[in-house]
């Protein structure tokens, strides 16, 4: 077994809160946004890189874009997961392109969240290489079935 292959699935079970409703009585955009984030960083520290190594090496993610796609609603107390996939990486690992899938307790597809990003050094204020443990973490995300390298560009 390969330790640091990519794993082949990767999903938190959450539910919805209070404080995730918008005035139509249904879960809100940015608790979506919200769940998609936690998920990241549960995956991080699930496989070793813990928000605590986040503050000691000064480094942070920056989403550059974020796009949502609706499906079906989450109400008060549904209880639904979020899966995690890596579509693409940059060959230094500074840019990333993550989806996240929402399924209902039946396994529906409820929506799905597609974020772009990058490393950020927050002590220079500008993008960086996340450290080799980061990295090795991050190769290790399940991939999906449209997985791209990401080619470089300038910062």
């Known amino acids: 077994m390969d330790l640091n292959a990519p794993v082949d699935r990767f999903w938190q079970r959450f539910r919805v809160g209070w404080g995730d409703i918008d005035g139509n009585h249904h879960m809100a955009n940015r608790a979506f946004l919200d769940r998609a984030a936690d998920t990241r960083f549960l995956f991080f520290a699930k496989n070793g890189f813990p928000a605590s190594r986040f503050a000691s090496e000064r480094i942070g993610p920056v989403i550059t874009r ?27 690992g500074t840019r990333f392109d993550l989806g996240n899938t929402f399924r209902s307790e039946a396994g529906e ?29 991050q190769h290790k995300a399940p991939r999906a079935s449209e997985f791209k390298e990401i080619g470089s560009k300038s910062h």
């Open 66 to 92: 974020d796009e949502l796609a609706y499906r079906k609603e989450l109400r008060l107390l549904d209880e639904f997961t979020v899966d995690l996939e890596l579509f693409g990486l940059s060959l230094d």
């Open 109 to 137: 597809v409820v929506a799905v969240v597609r974020s772009q990003g990058l490393w950020f050094d927050l002590e220079h204020r500008r993008p960086r290489a996340p450290p080799p443990e980061l990295d090795a973490v």
